[in-house]
Antibody
């Protein structure tokens, strides 16, 4: 069974940093693009970032470029999101999601349970 | 990139069919056959119901179907059941190498 377990969420002050992790199991992690998608409280979904299976190709939504860094460790079956210069509008549940098909970036299946990041003073 | 446009809410009675629309532009929905649909129950993670416009992942009921015409994609749920009550989101690959989601539609089963 494919499992994605996020961790690292919590309360952080504006301007601060947070690192999210996603532990993957049940599939060949190194063969799939992985992504982060977030959902602000009571709001819709927003794609944040994707990284290809080898880590060669990385993509970000404009609003996080220069502040967030996605990375992966295929030896540890883990995905990361380093978030710097956090703003109140970054407050959201952050979901880790596996590509529906290998290095496709067009659909996500499955998703982890999410980890809440709250940016507030 | 702006979010794709979905109706805020739709409703239907058990056994009926409903359709949720998702409107974008030629740079996203209209330009690629990469529209997917996700179901999200309260407090739960999203689950893919349709990918690549009209394909159903293994395990998803055939009551769910997808289509696209021009810049608008649609999700149809036939034979509505109480368990279908949830939020539904469309998404599309976009020309800027990004993925855009719709604002979400709340489905109420009356």
């Amino acid at each position: 069974e494919v499992q994605l377990v996020e961790s690292g969420g919590g309360l952080v002050k504006p301007g601060g940093s947070q690192r999210l992790s996603c532990a993957a199991s049940g599939f060949t992690f190194s063969s799939y693009t992985m992504s982060w998608v977030r959902q602000a409280p009571g709001k819709g979904l927003q794609w944040v970032s994707s990284i290809s299976s080898s880590g060669t190709y990385i993509y970000y939504v404009d609003s996080v470029k220069g502040r967030f860094t996605i990375s992966r460790d295929n030896a540890k079956n883990s995905l990361y999101l380093q978030m710097n210069s956090l703003r109140a509008e970054d407050t959201a549940v952050y979901y880790c999601a596996k590509a529906g098909y290998y290095d496709s970036r067009t659909w996500f299946d499955p998703w982890g349970q999410g980890t809440l990041v709250t940016v507030s003073s | 990139q702006s979010a794709l446009t979905q109706p805020a809410s739709v409703s239907g009675s058990p056994g009926q069919s409903i359709t949720i629309s998702c409107t974008g532009t030629s740079s996203d929905v209209g330009g690629y056959n990469y529209v997917s649909w996700y179901q999200q129950h309260p407090g739960k993670a999203p689950k893919v119901m349709i990918y690549d416009v009209s394909n159903r992942p293994s395990g998803v009921s055939n009551r769910f179907s997808g289509s696209k015409s021009g810049n608008t994609a649609s999700l149809t749920i036939s034979g509505l059941q109480a368990e279908d009550e949830a939020d539904y989101y469309c998404s599309s690959y976009a020309s800027s190498s990004t993925v855009i989601f719709g604002g979400g539609t709340k489905l109420t089963v009356l």
